[in-house]
């Protein structure tokens, strides 16, 4: 049976959510509109619900992994990334994606790089203290060679000791029936080199939201392929309250790209902590799976104030970032799992 989501209803959540920013001004205060304790009858509170299968049963605590993306420091040298990574707090990395070096934009790791090179960046790494844990595919699944660069990228992660290739598509969506198509073709190719693939939401109504994206991954049905989940695209590109969304998506979730976002005093797409998204609420669906879940900081930039203008200002926003989402999960878990 087709369960993909209705656009009407991803339309109708859009709406709710703008006008309660409107009319209450309550993104701005923090409150974001239509969490899961909606008022009976909205559109997020039918949302929250609305999915089979998709609550949890409470278990154990849930691992959560701490990996600053090497993303934010784009602006400065790989090297300066990790060392400035390390001094934050962090022991774990994603690699993503390109960085300045010599005056010229490079790759991390280009997608036709061999294993051997993808295992010495793991080796320089691992020697700073940072265990490399995730990375990014460059490639959107239904590009004519996704098959082609995702596979080789399954086999660099399997020789850098990566869990997780991070993939997702294009920002005004894609067709889930080829999504399904070549992640069931990747799958056991993922399981054969002991990595996971996980994809995210990157705008279109197709791909953009978690409720989209479980339905391709319960299409394929393949244990080597999950979600990862990314609440401040779901707010920036659609408009759309995460809250409810990660809801009908939460049993599949093995990582986050986290970031976050505002509406007031104007639109904008930031680091968490800064924004609209009440990380409380987000990550209480997933608090206790007794499974580990990869949290790869994505976007850790205060919303307005522009680029950084020394990689030291990012350090600094790296640690209230990571020491944001530690006490945000620290709390959450010992407090106890909430009443279903």
């Known amino acids: 049976m087709d369960n993909r989501p209705d656009r009407k209803e991803l339309l109708d959540r859009r709406s709710f959510l703008r006008s309660g920013a409107m009319a209450t001004g309550a993104l701005a205060a923090g409150a974001f509109a239509a969490g899961p304790a909606a008022a009976a009858g909205s559109p997020g509170a039918e949302v929250a619900g609305s999915t089979e299968g998709a609550r949890i049963a409470r278990q154990e605590p849930t691992e959560f992994v701490h990996a600053c993306m090497t993303l934010p420091y784009r602006f400065f040298p790989l090297e300066r990334a990790l060392t400035g990574i390390k001094g934050a707090g962090f022991d774990h990395v994603t690699w993503g994606t390109t960085h300045q070096e010599g005056g010229e934009s490079r ?9 051997s090179e993808a295992s010495e960046l793991a080796r320089r790494c691992r020697d700073m203290g940072l265990e490399p844990v995730k990375m990014f595919s460059l490639v959107y699944p239904d590009h004519d060679n996704a098959i082609e660069v995702l596979t080789n990228r399954i086999r660099q992660a399997e020789a850098a000791g990566i869990e997780q290739v991070l993939t997702f598509g294009a920002v005004d969506g894609g067709d889930p029936a080829v999504w399904v198509e070549v992640f069931k073709e990747l799958g056991p190719i993922a399981a054969d080199h002991n990595v996971t693939l996980v994809m995210k939401q990157h705008g279109g109504w197709t791909t953009g939201t978690g409720q989209a994206l479980a ?36 049993d599949l979730i093995r990582g986050f790209c986290l970031k976050d976002g505002r509406m007031l005093p104007r639109k904008a797409s930031n680091g968490i902590g800064y924004g609209d998204i009440d990380h409380y609420r987000l990550f209480e669906p997933v608090a206790f799976t007794g499974r580990k879940i990869i949290l790869a900081y994505e976007n850790i930039f205060p919303p307005y104030i522009g680029n950084p203008e020394s990689p030291e200002q990012v350090d600094e926003w790296a640690r ?19 009443e279903s």
């Open 107 to 115: 790759p991390v790791l280009a997608t036709d790089a061999s294993t």
């Open 215 to 250: 339905w391709i991954v319960r299409e394929v049905d393949h244990p080597n392929v999950w979600m990862s989940y990314d609440a401040g695209n779901v707010f920036w590109y659609l408009e759309v309250d995460p809250i409810p969304d990660i809801r009908t998506c939460a």
């Open 320 to 338: 209230f970032a990571r020491e944001f989402m530690v006490n945000v999960l620290n709390g959450l878990q010992r407090v106890g799992p909430a």
